[in-house]
T-cell receptor, first 113, second 108 residues
Framework: NAGVTQTPKFQVLKTGQSMTLQCAQD?????MSWYRQDPGMGLRLIHY???????DQGEVPNGYNVSRSTTEDFPLRLLSAAPSQTSVYFC????????????FGSGTRLTVV | DAKTTQPTSMDCAEGRAANLPCNHS???????VYWYRQIHSQGPQYIIH???NNETNEMASLIITEDRKSSTLILPHATLRDTAVYYC?????????FGTGTRLKVLA
């Protein structure tokens, strides 16, 4: 198993550009989540999904869209990048229907200039 | 969702036990306590979770008080590689909300 794969690992965007951060898992996990982590801070939940076709907002959803068309993939779209979205983005997944820990990806480091 | 309170930072001597406390006084009867750690800027790593009984795995032990209002993560023989930020989480049905965690520094 590759686990949780995030691409790209690094990205620089200009203000106003849009892009999609990719997240894929090969563990047949139902639950997937996106977090952002600003320098020296904890993780904040952006969006999460409990299965294909089901998504919901987390703590800081503004400026981001998600969709979950398959169990494996959970892309995060930045609609119009702003410098305040400079952060490290982590995707995570876990089995549903019980008490399981999340597996995290290695992150995407995004800089918006 | 129950909120958690952890000390901001702790030091521990290498080879000694590291005991990391967490308060979760508003936890409800069916909510689990989870612990994760984040080494440097890597993705967080799951350590252990429990409901009311003490739990142990190859990484750590988790002691939950009888009233379930607090817990302690124990790293029995801390090494320099255990230097990390440790997060205690009581998730809701679907949401995992991370706090700021405890920054553990293991000293040589």
């Amino acid at each position: 198993n590759a686990g949780v794969t995030q691409t790209p690992k690094f990205q620089v965007l200009k203000t106003g550009q849009s892009m999609t951060l990719q997240c894929a898992q090969d563990m047949n996990h139902e639950y997937m989540s996106w977090y952002r982590q600003d320098p020296g801070m904890g993780l904040r939940l952006i969006h999460y999904s409990v299965g294909a076709g089901i998504t919901d907002q987390g703590e800081v959803p503004n400026g981001y869209n998600v969709s979950r068309s398959t169990t494996e993939d959970f892309p995060l779209r930045l609609l119009s990048a702003a410098p305040s979205q400079t952060s490290v983005y982590f995707c995570a997944s876990r089995l549903g229907g019980g008490n399981y820990g999340y597996t995290f990806g290695s992150g995407t480091r995004l800089t918006v200039v | 969702d129950a909120k958690t309170t952890q000390p901001t930072s702790m030091d521990c001597a290498e080879g000694r036990a590291a005991n990391l406390p967490c308060n979760h006084s508003t936890i409800s009867g069916n909510e689990y306590v989870y612990w994760y750690r984040q080494i440097h800027s890597q993705g967080p790593q799951y350590i252990i979770h429990g409901l009311k009984n003490n739990e142990t795995n190859e990484m750590a032990s988790l002691i939950i008080t009888e009233d379930r209002k607090s817990s302690t993560l124990i790293l029995p023989h801390a090494t320099l590689r255990d230097t990390a930020v440790y997060y205690c989480i009581v998730p809701g049905t679907y949401k995992y909300i991370f706090g700021t965690g405890t920054r553990l520094k293991v000293l040589a």
